[in-house]
């Protein structure tokens, strides 16, 4: 790590006159009055990571500015250029409604340009799914959102995406990061281009999206009869007002209830704390509307619209919020069950979810004799493995417990729009039925077994954070538990090792998936717990998945207050809690 004295010398290098003078400004007030803040700023190169960037805007190597967001960019074009010529080179950009989002979407727009490269910029802020749309609609060779998706407003993050409209995956993106890393000086990106090179999209794309959308349409008639169903949503300042009720509209949904506040756009999230739909917060505003109102549903999109948070009214009446793993379980219930209903299924159908998902997914798509895929954590993984079987097998659902679902192939990354609307679908189907969705959900859970997680973030900030988070993965690896609430570890996934350890007898054999700093322990009561670091965030994260048989819907809260107890003896024999 570099010495406070290396921090100042690499901190007054932003004191020249390449800078802006509002960086220069800020870098000498943190020379001057601030030097845990210019740590924190400089201590190290805000990394451009498999995913992209993200990090707190200001200035600094570790901060998100036009100057990281600069080199990223001139690393990327260096990279498609090498791979693609300089020639009639396509990329498209997108940006959500963070404070700075504009402006660096524009920037990085100009870069392109600069390098010769047709840009198709969005006229305004779009959701994320849009953006990976766009890319394959337009033939481009590659794209960029900028978006810190559901983290706090002081973050924002550039996403690289490729041409199949996924976030970039091996081997371009090791490939790239080799470029970013060459680009060592703000003096080697071309910020000054030909806007000539820049179209401005919008309205007629976002059709061509909803057309898409539309498609994943079901049961039209269900619709048609239950059209008036009660929708509160939220975009929560973010994205999602462009697209989510037209969205709703188009499927046929008419009774869709605003809550006027959180519409407008405004990248300090005024109304929440976090800007998060799997936080109970950030959808206070909309259960408030939808208890006034009387609607049956609540949705709530995050800021890029790629994450999508419900809550339904259980059995008293009452909203309660689902999370991840119930919306995913729904969801792909409602999809296998409605295709098996209309016989649509031709035999090469298949779901996908990541690992740290619940098996409930895995259950369903067993009970349905559909095919399914369990990938590494991140929409990336989907879609290379959309690509990979494009022609050979139909992708027709997939989700993860972090609240992001894609229900079809029009698009490469998580999509919360086409997600609120089938949602909203269900919801008729049950009403169609008599029942709600969350009978809906108690029914899966006596068919398939009842499922209850739950995931703990333990927050290390800073350098003696990551250096903190480092050293528990390294004490898990080298000294890992035997039992856990008395319950014996009978197996050791390590996906950075790529080896899976049966703790009984001690043989080993390999992990099919490429190299994560993931770590999960399966126990001999059925319970799953898996550790990783979060790629995104200053945080470690512990995701806990305990299971039991339900005889009936009449039990659920009996059982359901079971599994919380194991779930709680197990997080404090682990000292997290």
Known sequence: MSSTNEIRKRAELWLGEEFNEETRKEVQEMLTNDEKKLIDAFYQDLEFGTGGLRGIMGAGTNRMNIYTLGMATQGLANYIIKQCGSKDIKVAIAHDSRNNSSYFAKTTAE????????????????????????????KCHSGVVITASHNPKEYNGYKAYWSDGGQVVAPHDEAIIDEVRKITSVSQIKFQGNKENIKLIGDETDKLFLDEVKKMCINPAVIKEFSNIGIVYTPIHGTGIKLV???LRMFGFSNIISVPEQD?????????????????????????????????????????????????????????LLNGNQTGAILIWYILSQYKAAGKYKGNEYIIKTIVTTDLIERIAQGYNVEYFNVLTGFKFFAELIRLNEGVKKYIGGGEESYGFLPGEYVRDKDAVASCALVAEAAAWAKSKGKSLYEILLDIYVDFGLYKEKLVNVVRKGKEGA??????????????PLAINNSRVLKINDYEMQVSRNMTDGTESPVDLIKSD??????EDGSKISVRPSGTEPKIKFYFSVNTSLESADKFEAAEMFLDERIAEIVKDMKLQ
């Open 467 to 480: 250096e903190e988070i480092k050293a528990m993965m390294a004490g898990y690896r080298t000294n890992p």
């Open 111 to 138: 870069i392109f340009a600069a390098n010769g490269f047709e840009v198709y910029l969005f006229e305004t802020l779009r959701p994320t799914p849009e953006l990976s749309f766009a890319i394959r609609h337009y």
């Open 264 to 320: 407008i756009n405004d990248g300090n999230f005024p109304t929440v704390k976090s800007p998060n739909p799997e936080e109970a917060d950030a959808l206070k505003m909309a259960i408030k509307k939808a208890e006034e109102t009387g609607a049956e549903l609540v949705m709530a999109t995050d800021p890029d619209a790629d994450r999508l948070g419900i809550a339904v009214r259980n059995k008293k009446g009452e909203f309660i």
């Open 518 to 523: 993931v770590l999960q322990f399966f126990l």
């Open 245 to 247: 009720p037209p969205a």
